[in-house]
């Protein structure tokens, strides 16, 4: 089955820097890269997604790209706010006759005011 | 839209008991996933549900099982109860089955085994 890998496990910056997460998979089938944002208390949320046929994908703040070489993805946001801090998670599915997310384990990610 | 609801927020429950939690989907979604979420083994996929067949299932114990009504709500069930399931347990809806829909969670059943 797949197996999604990510880093770094926390993640600290200041306020208006920028932070990226990575995110590794291992089924070349895979064809669809979530990303979900979960604060304290809440269910994960759908922040943005990117299919294998897309390199990169931005929304506002927000940017996603994707390796399909390599099997890594990655997620960018820019100037960071406080309320950007939360639990990051990325996921892969996609492949045939495997219909669940694999998420990765997670990145605690603090921004600093 | 309303979002994925779930109910009840939270439980606690003695081992060896049996306990049923429901999802209900965004309004137009015909599948359902559930996952259970632990500090210690992440985010894991239950089962998924469409058209009231379960079209999935992971890597779970046949103590868990689930199923889907014909207006898409999902219940699943957790029987003879082990302070292991103590969990965050999640339920993801979605417009079709397959893994390249959009998947949107509810705010997840808190269960506390004692």
């Known amino acids: 089955g797949e197996n999604v890998e990510q880093h770094p496990s926390t993640l600290s910056v200041q306020e208006g820097d920028s932070a990226v997460i990575k995110c590794t998979y291992s089924?070349?089938?895979?064809?669809?890269f979530p990303w979900y944002k979960q604060e304290l208390g809440k269910g994960p949320q759908l922040i943005i997604d990117i299919r294998s046929n897309v390199g990169e994908k931005k929304d506002q703040r927000i940017a996603v790209t994707l390796n399909k070489t390599a099997k890594h993805f990655s997620l960018h946001i820019t100037e960071t706010q406080p309320e950007d801090s939360a639990v990051y998670f990325c996921?892969?599915?996609?492949?045939?006759?495997?219909?669940?997310?694999?998420f990765g384990a997670g990145t605690t990610v603090t921004v600093r005011a | 839209k309303a979002g994925v609801t779930q109910t009840p927020r939270y439980l606690i429950k003695t081992r060896g008991q049996q306990v049923t939690l429901s999802c209900s989907p965004i309004s137009g979604h015909r599948s359902v996933s559930w996952y259970q979420q632990t500090p210690g083994q992440g985010l894991q996929f239950l089962f998924e549900?469409?058209?009231?067949?379960?079209?999935n299932k992971g890597n779970f114990p046949g103590r868990f099982s689930g199923r889907q009504f014909s207006n898409s709500r999902s219940e699943m069930n957790v029987s003879t109860l082990e302070l292991g399931d103590s969990a965050l347990y999640l339920c993801a809806s979605s417009l079709a089955p397959g893994g390249s829909y959009e998947q949107y969670f509810g705010p997840g059943t808190r269960l506390t085994v004692t």
């Open positions: 996921a892969a599915s996609g492949a045939p006759n495997d219909y669940k997310l694999s």
């Open positions: 089924d070349s089938a895979s064809n669809y």
């Open positions: 549900y469409f058209s009231e067949t379960q079209r």
